[in-house]
């Protein structure tokens, strides 16, 4: 409550302001009209200094009268209570047809001027004024029906419509605003658009998770019926049905490790626990604990950090995992007789990391979605090599957390995953 009053207050501080700031200009507005009056009559007239006096005297009650009038009708709010700007702005021409008729008519008469240029001039103001509330019905109406498209399209935006778009033609006001609505609208229908891209990734999540936990908790309930009931008795096929059943087990783990780690991705929660590492030792540390699996598929597996890279500010964790996904994966789909390459060179104050492999290479269609979760339309997202179709998405998410960008180029018989990571905080 009570900051809902101080902003109450600074409103109507603000607005006091300005209040006070428009009256300023009102009354220097109207001392230089008179000011600019009285210099022209001299000028062109070169009256008595009487004359001039008089004439002094005159304006300043005249112009005092129309100042008071017209500052009288704004502090009553004459915009505010018409029931329409039209209105409001037909009032202004009225009034200021008036002010300068009463005006010009009082002029004419203290002035003693015969009875008939005193008719004829009445009659002239009238006409003159008639004109000037005729273009001002003209202008209102232009400036109004201009409100009235900006307030339709309002409305069809509140409706659901997105795609609507005012014309920004001119420099005025209200061009400014029709593009600032522009940029709203556009803004809404981007982000309708992204709303609408969770909703279809968050029903594709619950349907590729429920498929990736069924497919395994159904063989280890097939494993488990068949040890239940006896069906196996060999030793051999009970060892062998016991290690599909751990199996399956380690995917699930795989896969649940991998939706937290996604989810601490999506929350903004991904901790890191960062201290200065030497980037050569962990890239030795890789490449010995794929070794084995690079030789079982006679896959060359190479790699080096260049000198003078040094310790570089991360966590060895995290990055560890990048380097795991990224290795796996090149290894897995690497033929007989290909390499996998892996280096590090130092550019500035970033360390560039790319892995570099022969192997099948990724269509190109499939490559701006390569990082999208669940996301298997190329081989190496396929649950049938072990991969939830998480792991190169949580790989984006672990560097990017790190500061740095992660990116892909690949044509057959060559794919290189290559990202940077700054050296220092």
């Not at 087990?249 to 626990?273: C, E, K, T």
């Not at 794929?290 to 260049?306: P, R």
């Not at 990224?326 to 790319?354: F, S």
Request: hydrophobic share 45%.
């Amino acid at each position: 409550m009570g900051g809902w009053l101080q902003v109450r207050t600074l409103i109507m501080n603000r607005l006091h302001r300005s209040r006070v700031s428009l009256t300023t200009r009102f009354l220097l507005g109207v001392i230089l009209i008179l000011a600019l009056t009285l210099i022209t009559f001299f000028l062109m007239m070169s009256p008595p200094l009487n004359e001039i006096g008089l004439m002094a005297g005159f304006l300043s009650i005249t112009a005092i009268i129309s100042g008071l009038a017209g500052f009288a009708a704004y502090r009553l709010g004459w915009m505010n209570r018409s029931p329409t700007i039209r209105l409001a702005l037909m009032g202004g021409y009225g009034l200021a047809s008036l002010l300068t008729f009463i005006n010009v008519w009082l002029t004419a008469r203290l002035m003693f001027v015969s009875q008939h240029d005193l008719l004829l001039g009445t009659v002239l103001l009238l006409f003159a004024g008639g004109m000037a509330m005729a273009l001002g019905y003209l202008f209102a109406n232009a400036l109004t029906d201009r409100i009235k498209l900006l307030d339709r399209a309002a409305r069809q935006i509140a409706e659901g419509d997105l795609n609507i778009r005012l014309p920004a033609e001119g420099q005025d006001e209200l061009s400014a605003l029709a593009l600032t609505f522009n940029q709203m609208a556009a803004q809404l229908q981007n982000a309708a658009q992204k709303q609408e891209q969770l909703d279809t990734l968050r029903r594709d999540l619950i349907a590729w998770v429920g498929h990736d936990l069924q497919t395994p908790l159904t063989s280890i309930s097939a494993v488990i019926e068949a040890l239940n009931d006896g069906i196996v008795e060999e030793p051999q096929t009970i060892k062998r049905y016991l290690k599909t059943a751990r199996k399956d087990v380690q995917a699930l783990s795989l896969l649940i490790d991998d939706l937290f780690q996604m989810a601490q991705v999506d929350a903004g929660g991904l901790l890191l626990n960062r201290e200065y590492i030497s980037l050569s030792d962990l890239i030795s540390d890789t490449l010995e604990s794929f070794s084995e699996l690079a030789s079982n598929q006679n896959v060359t597996l190479l790699g080096s950090a260049a000198q003078g890279i040094g310790s570089v500010w991360l966590d060895p964790q995290r990055i560890s995992r990048v380097l795991n996904n990224l290795i796996d994966n090149a290894i897995r789909h690497t033929p007989a007789g290909g390499m996998v390459n892996i280096q590090a060179i130092k550019d500035r104050n970033e360390v560039l990391v790319e892995v570099i492999d022969t192997g099948e290479g990724i269509q190109t269609e499939h490559l701006p979605h390569i990082f999208d979760r669940f996301y298997r339309g190329e081989k190496s997202r396929s649950r049938t090599t072990g991969g939830s179709g998480l792991g190169l998405a949580i790989v984006k998410g672990i560097v990017e957390a790190h500061g740095g960008e992660i990116a892909v180029e690949s044509q057959p018989g060559f794919t290189r995953f290559y990202f940077n990571l700054p050296i220092q905080d």
